[in-house]
């Protein structure tokens, strides 16, 4: 066929497109005819520029069925008419109507890119209306699409969020209606399908089959539903464990993908369903029939083979690796584990990194594999790798519920981590392996800081301006911000835990003598402390008590630290309300229906100057505030923390510590190991472990490393002291809370300010000690607010749908009003917004104070938000602390810090040490009152001293 006859068939096609008469196989050989001309003949560029006007009716929205050659034609248009105006909204909408296509139906495109395109295509279309539409949702298609690539389930749900807006431009009609409905359908899929909940993943996919069936034909919907019905069926299926029938599996599959898609269909849809029909036999790689394995195995390689031209060869690669692996394990051989390694290998330069949502999977099948041949050293670096993704995770969520759950793996992962490096005696990799599980929520807020100046340090001041005005909520932002930071090295150590090295320079600069973390055992496994001293070589002690569940004396002591209730004298915590929310301190002291003569009644038996203040009423506050209950779980769980792990620790490893010099050791306990007041362990002989050693607790290595390089703040007379903010009846008064922080601030901090109500019951003329009052001081960057904070007020934490929540709770902002809060997301957003602030010590003799709100490996407390926000020392508590005991506990804790120029870690521990001598002292200049309580009371009650944990510098 010569020039003149493809023109002709080209001009005639051309002519009905312009007359909305062409379907899909005209358009294709339209492009096919028109690539045959010459790259200069003037009609090439002509007819092309006709036919994308023509499909998009001048920038609108083209059939569904020949959206995917508007890109074709417009590589074709080399020069448009300068009478076509009109030409750069008609090429945007070509362009978005491309990407919306190339995302549906699995062609690869470059995602960050076509999401850079698209941004700049919106901000040049602002004033198009139909036009921005189709690019805001292509925006949202793609940032969707990006979203699931790298498994941030939040990103996603937000995308789909934001269409609604663009469908209320739209009008009322109908068929917009009815997408709104169809979206609102697809994001319940969405969550179902994040929290695994395969029967609603089904009831919301058959709910969208019949919404759709309201919606226009060319949208294209109808189609892809009809496809994905039969795709969902089989991998439903295949989920559930459940194998598809028929005794030959080699036609089973065959049957499986021809009824997916046949020999004509998209390449796509070819590929994706031999990977379904390997899926179905696979049965969710539980399958132990050898043949049906090996026919698996078979249709992998049938997808491979179809080309790299296809957005799932990456999973193809995979899928295979994982079949071969499966038939090595079925067969009790390592045959095809070399192959396997190979595919891996090749997938994950594919990957580029652990954004990607098959990373973990990839470098853990890896570690599986080296395991499998003995190599447990390359094992652990590819578990080392797997882990990396966890903190890309934490990194890409910015609200820490949803990082929770994208984390969730992680502590599983870890543990199992180390001891495959603990039984290589790589002890170094077991010690990293266990940070990669710690504390990523808090290390994400760490990293983020500064991150404008980062960003222009990396060369993105682009990003870096975006990131001011658009802030870290931004719809795919993050995600593009930190994979920036990540691939420009930006920030230290992003996603890679600290080294052997790092945490010996961190304990020298701090003054400790060994890092240890407590891993509990589990089911056969015994529990484990990996140490990692300042000096010498690492080691570790396997621990065959260190169990928590099956332990009678912890799974008490939990039982009832979770379940107490209080009464009597009061204690620093927020009393429950009748509400939905449900508190940790269970009924509290001092509840709107407490007895008369309770604290809660307003009786003076806790008032200023009351007499029962003495020994008597000490030992009474002692035994109210522990109960049976509470008080023997702690005096048996004291026996099981020395047999458990302290014992062992002290008695065997820091043995070793030069005569005379008491060891500090810094402890990350693991999972509900982080409830436990270590210090508290005691001997047979009834020697408490706090006596024989110093302990701090940390988030995790990576974040005392952080805290370590800080420039150390020294205390000074100048700060904030908060004592018992009136909370207009939400909480008892804390009467021996003013009278320590009174005292406090009267003999060690003369140049403080005071806020809060004083020992009379009058507020100071400093401030009521509302939440703004604090919030003020945090961010307070000159040098007359100080570095100290004392709080001796009320903390809360709270449930509810399933959500934790922790504050301090404080006077109101205005008079009146509902109690000022002060909680840990605040806490590291004010301090995160300050970062030149320098904060020595934050006391907070307040309840729950330490009491994680996402977990206990997550460490997520008032007292780690301090720490993350960069305050170099913070004190804070396991449980409800009592009242007046407190008060004396923290007098002398600042009496040792001032007085005797202890460090806090120093001083914390002098203090409770007095608290356990029958025959101590008041140091000198102690109130009466403070005196008063303590006299001769029962050394024996460690709800008194021990709920107290240091942490930081």
């Not at 928590?548 to 002591?557: L, M």
Request: charged share 25%.
């Amino acid at each position: 066929m010569g020039i003149e006859d493809v023109l002709a068939r080209c001009r005639a096609t051309a002519d009905r497109a312009a007359a909305g008469g062409v379907g899909p196989a005209e358009v294709a050989t339209l492009v096919a005819d028109l690539a045959t001309l010459p790259a200069d003949h003037p009609e090439r560029s002509r007819l092309a520029v006709t036919a994308v006007l023509a499909l998009t009716k001048g920038g609108g929205a083209a059939p569904a069925q020949v959206g995917g050659y508007l890109n074709d034609l417009l590589e074709l248009v080399d020069h448009v008419p300068a009478t076509l105006v009109a030409w750069p909204q008609v090429r945007a909408s070509a362009r978005a109507q491309h990407f919306m296509h190339s995302a549906v139906h699995g062609i690869p495109i470059d995602l960050p890119a076509a999401e850079r395109e698209l941004a700049e295509l919106a901000e040049a279309m602002w004033d198009v209306p139909r036009v921005k539409l189709l690019v805001e949702s292509a925006k949202r298609v793609i940032g969707t699409v990006a979203a699931g690539h790298e498994g941030d389930g939040r990103a996603m749900a937000q995308m789909l969020d934001s269409l609604g807006p663009q469908f209320d431009k739209l009008g009322d009609d109908p068929g917009v209606r009815g997408m709104r409905s169809f979206m609102e359908v697809a994001q319940r899929a969405m969550v179902a399908q994040q929290s695994g909940d395969l029967d609603e993943v089904m009831a919301a996919f058959r709910e969208m089959q019949r919404v759709s069936a309201d919606l226009p034909a060319d949208t294209g919907i109808h189609e892809v539903l009809a496809q994905t019905s039969a795709e969902l069926d089989v991998l439903m299926s295949s989920l559930r464990g459940q194998a598809p029938g028929g005794d030959d599996p080699v036609a089973t599959a065959d049957d499986i993908a021809r009824s997916l898609a046949d020999d004509d269909a998209p390449l796509a849809e070819r590929v994706r369903a031999r990977l379904l029909a390997a899926s179905a036999l696979m049965r969710g790689g539980e399958e132990t029939d050898l043949a049906r394995v090996d026919a698996a195995v078979d249709q992998y390689r049938a997808a491979l083979a179809m080309g790299r031209d296809h957005a799932q060869y990456e999973f193809a690669l995979t899928g295979l690796a994982v079949a071969l692996y499966r038939r090595s394990e079925v067969a009790g051989t390592t045959d095809g584990l070399d192959e396997a390694e190979e595919l891996l290998t090749r997938a994950l330069e594919l990957f580029g990194g652990p954004r990607h949502r098959q990373w973990s999977m990839a470098n853990g099948l890896l570690a599986n594999i080296r395991q499998r041949l003995g190599d447990l050293a390359a094992s652990g670096e590819f578990g080392l790798a797997a882990q990396r993704s966890y903190a890309w995770r934490a990194l890409l969520e910015p609200d820490p519920a949803d990082a929770r759950l994208a984390i969730k793996d992680a502590v599983h992962d870890a543990v199992e981590l180390a001891r495959t490096c603990l039984r290589a005696n790589n002890i170094a990799d077991a010690l990293r392996a266990l940070d990669t599980c710690r504390g990523l929520m808090l290390f994400a807020e760490v990293e983020l800081r500064d991150v404008r100046e980062k960003l222009v340090a990396a060369g993105r001041a682009d990003l870096a301006e975006r990131w001011v005005h658009e802030g870290r909520d931004s719809e795919g932002l993050r995600r593009e911000v930190v994979a920036a930071l990540v691939d420009a090295g930006a920030t230290r150590n992003l996603l890679d835990p600290p080294s052997l090295a790092d945490i010996r320079r961190a304990l020298a600069d701090s003054g400790a003598d060994a890092l240890v973390y407590l891993v509990p055992g589990s089911g056969l496994a015994p529990g484990v402390a990996v140490i990692a001293p300042r000096e010498g070589p690492p080691a570790y002690m396997a621990l065959q008590h260190l169990v928590v569940e099956g332990d009678a004396d912890i799974e008490r002591y939990l039982t009832a630290l979770a379940h107490r209730s209080r009464a009597g004298e009061p204690n620093r915590t927020m009393p429950t309300l009748e509400t939905e929310t449900e508190t940790e301190t269970g009924t509290g002291a001092g509840a709107a229906s407490a007895e008369p003569g309770s604290a809660g009644a307003g009786s003076g038996s806790a008032g200023a100057g009351s007499g029962s203040a003495g020994a008597e009423g000490f030992a009474r506050e002692i035994a109210a505030e522990s109960g049976p209950s509470f008080g023997d779980s702690v005096d048996a769980l004291c026996g099981w923390a020395w047999r458990a792990a302290m014992g062992p620790l002290l008695e065997r490893y820091f043995a070793r510590t030069a005569a005379g010099r008491v060891p500090r050791i810094v402890l990350i306990p693991m999972g509900d190991l982080a409830r436990v007041p270590w210090q508290a362990a005691r001997r047979p002989d009834g020697t408490y472990a706090v006596e024989l050693a110093a302990f701090s607790q940390a988030v995790s290595a990576r974040l005392f490393c952080d805290n370590a390089a800080r420039r150390p703040v020294r205390p000074g007379s100048t700060g904030l002291v908060v004592g018992d903010p009136d909370t207009e009846g939400a909480a008892v008064a804390l009467h021996a809370a003013r009278e320590e922080a009174h005292a406090v601030r009267q003999a060690f901090y003369r140049s403080a300010r005071y806020v809060g109500r004083r020992p009379d019951g009058s507020t100071s003329p400093s401030g009521r000690g509302t939440a703004a009052e604090v919030r003020e001081w945090l961010a307070d960057t000159a040098p007359h607010a100080g570095g100290t904070l004392h709080l001796a007020c009320h903390g809360s934490y709270t449930t509810k749908d399933g959500k934790a929540t922790a504050a301090l709770l404080l006077a109101p902002d205005e008079p009146g009003g509902a109690p000022g809060e002060l909680g840990t997301d605040e806490i590291v957003r004010v301090l995160r917004a300050v970062p030149e602030r320098r904060i020595g010590l934050v006391v907070m003799a307040a309840c729950h104070t330490g009491r994680s709100i996402h977990g206990y490996d997550e460490a997520y407390s008032l007292g780690t938000a301090f720490l993350a926000g960069g305050v170099r020392t913070v004190l804070s508590t396991h449980w409800a602390i009592p009242d007046k005991a407190t008060s004396a506990l923290m007098y002398v804790f600042h009496h040792h810090l001032r007085e005797d120029r202890m460090a806090p870690w120093e001083a914390l521990r002098a203090a409770q040490m007095w608290m356990l001598r029958p025959d101590r002292e008041p140091p000198p200049g102690m109130p009466e009152r403070l005196r008063s309580v303590t006299a001769g009371h029962d050394h024996a009650h460690v709800v008194a001293w021990a709920g107290f944990v240091h942490g930081g510098r």
